[in-house]
């Protein structure tokens, strides 16, 4: 039985080492007969699209010409044609993976040291009079490991046309032209949206990619990988012979990630195949265009690894982008992200071409993030009719990816001394002085978390974000909802809870505008009239939950102080 090896990417280390692999040989294929000049394949990370890079190249590249026993057993060596196209063709892989600069001179600096690697790997061109003498010292100028202050005196020009040149050399010394493999093309630039040094990486990497893939005579075929599809404008804007795959598409739906069957024969492989439902559970649920049972292959084969059920794919990965996206975001995203969490669905437009400028301001550009990251799946799409986009109906992807919102959302309120579940039994026991000494406490501590530059719209972001965190440490004994239609308007949060003859609870916040000269006090109480006034839980009364078993609790809000009123629905409309 082949053994579990955790991480390895490379195609030729899993084959000599009879490591276990699913076999997706077949992409070679589909990707060849396609004859797509340049081909943009964009998968969540840990799908395996470094692995399938890796494959293209033992396949393509003369370097592992007659290299039959990577091959024999597997899909792609049934087809003779394919046998004989093994090893017959110039191959330049590289991975923009390990370019994460906090600024852009170290992100530069991390594209030259990729470029000597490329060129120091094909140091074989330097032998024989294939080259001329400058053109060898050319070859120097990026083939040579150099220290950072020589790197400031290689050009941006040089940089963008580094790739072109080799090419060039390759064609010369092969008489073929060159097959160009980028692996995670795009995170140098999530990177530089991050820090703020956007508008000079994609500069130099729409310069690069015009070089390499656009004018370029040298090129035989060109495939990138990455996480998102990022817009034409920024940097694929002189690309007009790119063919875009994301995970909506038809193309290449099966090559990254392990559909149910390949999971269930894995885990009967390995004895385990009685647990197939318990797997479903955990991580089934990606969707590549019509393919809706994918599993992520990381989740997987740590299974498969360990027999424990572990949040593995989420934990790879810091989700700093996502989380700050999410947590800085309009009240609006964070009620979608409410129904989310309660397993309900969201229904918007969909943008696969990711506009990182727009990412502060639009909620299509995070619903499109999140589902280019895997993080979100479709369960449908509305047709359109040609003149309004499809909406889409989209959900968590499954319980893995839920369990790591759910963390993600308590780190938002880390501070030790501030717990819901406290929060939670004070609430219960009507401690109005406890509520607000937590509430006073908290709003001191993360407030500020919560602040996007808009002063005025603090308080909206900051409770609807700590309505995010009720619902992950409540929502075992609560339906905890917020601005939904009860009564003669909107309420702010309702827990209603799932146990017969446990109390519910109406919240309403109010944040004292800078022209107010009302005391918090007034505020607190305004809040309280307004619940019963709009008579916000009304939908709860509907549903047969006594007024003795409903309170209100209004919170008031003036910068980072707070005050918090209560009083029971009974006593509101009294007994009659």
């Not at 040609?386 to 989209?394: A, K, M, S």
């Not at 530059?453 to 603090?458: I, M």
């Amino acid at each position: 039985m082949a053994k579990i090896s955790i991480g390895a990417q490379s195609f030729e280390e899993l084959r000599t080492k009879d490591l276990f692999y699913v076999d997706k040989t077949d992409f070679v294929k589909e990707w060849w007969e396609n004859e797509d000049v340049v081909t943009l394949i964009t998968r969540p990370r840990r799908f395996g699209k470094t692995l399938n890079l890796s494959l293209l190249e033992c396949f393509f590249s003369g370097r592992y010409e007659g290299r039959s026993d990577l091959f024999e057993g597997l899909s792609i060596w049934k087809d003779e044609k394919y046998r004989k196209l093994q090893g017959t063709c110039p191959v330049i892989r590289l991975s923009f993976a390990d370019i994460k600069g906090a600024d852009f001179e170290n992100t530069r600096d991390g594209m030259i040291s990729t470029l000597q690697d490329v060129y120091q790997k094909h140091a074989y061109l330097l032998e024989g009079d294939k080259l001329s003498a400058t053109e060898k010292r050319d070859f120097y100028t990026l083939g040579q490991y150099v220290e950072k202050d020589i790197k400031k005196e290689i050009t941006d020009d040089t940089i963008a046309r580094a790739l072109k040149k080799l090419m060039s050399y390759m064609v010369r010394y092969h008489d073929q032209k060159v097959i160009v493999l980028l692996d995670e093309y795009d995170t140098p630039l999530q990177e530089a949206y991050v820090y703020g040094y956007w508008e000079q990486l994609t500069a130099l990497v729409r310069s690069m990619f015009n070089s390499t893939f656009k004018t370029n005579e040298y090129l035989c075929r060109g495939l990138l990988t990455g996480i998102t599809r990022v817009s034409r404008e920024s940097i694929f804007s002189d690309l007009n012979n790119l063919e875009v795959v994301t995970t909506t598409s038809e193309k290449y739906r099966a090559a990254f990630g392990f559909t149910e069957q390949e999971v269930a024969e894995a885990l009967d492989q390995f004895g385990m195949g009685d647990t197939l439902d318990k797997v479903r559970f955990w991580y089934d649920g990606f969707c590549f265009g019509g393919c809706r049972d994918i599993y992520n292959p990381w989740s997987i084969t740590k299974y498969l690894d360990s027999g424990r059920f572990q949040p593995y794919w989420a934990n790879t990965s810091s989700n700093g982008l996502i989380g700050k996206l999410l947590r800085e975001s309009s009240s609006d995203v964070k009620i979608a992200m409410e129904d989310l969490l309660a397993d309900r669905f969201i229904e918007t437009t969909v943008d696969e071409e990711i506009i990182f400028d727009q990412l502060d301001g639009s909620t299509e550009a995070i619903w499109s993030l999140l589902l280019a990251s895997g993080y979100l799946k479709v369960e449908a799409v509305s047709e359109s009719d040609g003149t309004d986009e499809p909406v889409y109906r989209l959900s968590l992807t499954n319980f893995e990816v839920k369990r790591m919102f759910r963390k993600m959302i308590r780190g938002w309120f880390k501070n030790p001394s501030v717990r819901y579940n406290e929060f939670i039994r004070a609430m219960l026991a009507n401690d109005l002085a406890y509520m607000n000494d937590y509430m006073s406490e908290m709003v001191s501590t993360v407030f500020s978390y919560f602040d996007t530059g808009d002063a005025s719209s603090q308080p909206e972001r900051f409770y609807h974000g700590f309505v995010l965190g009720l619902i992950v440490d409540a929502q075992l004994d609560y339906l905890v909802t917020s601005n939904r239609e009860s009564g003669l308007g909107r309420y702010d949060v309702v827990l209603e809870p799932r146990k017969k003859d446990a109390n519910a609870y109406v919240l309403e916040f109010k944040a004292k505008s800078a022209s107010s000269k009302a005391a918090l006090s007034d505020l607190a109480r305004e809040a309280l009239r307004q619940i019963a006034d709009k008579q916000y839980d009304a939908a709860l009364i509907g549903r047969g939950i006594p007024k003795e078993k409903i309170y209100h609790y209004g919170f008031a809000f003036d910068g980072s102080k707070v005050l918090i009123a209560g009083e029971s629905c009974f006593r509101c409309y009294g007994q009659g």
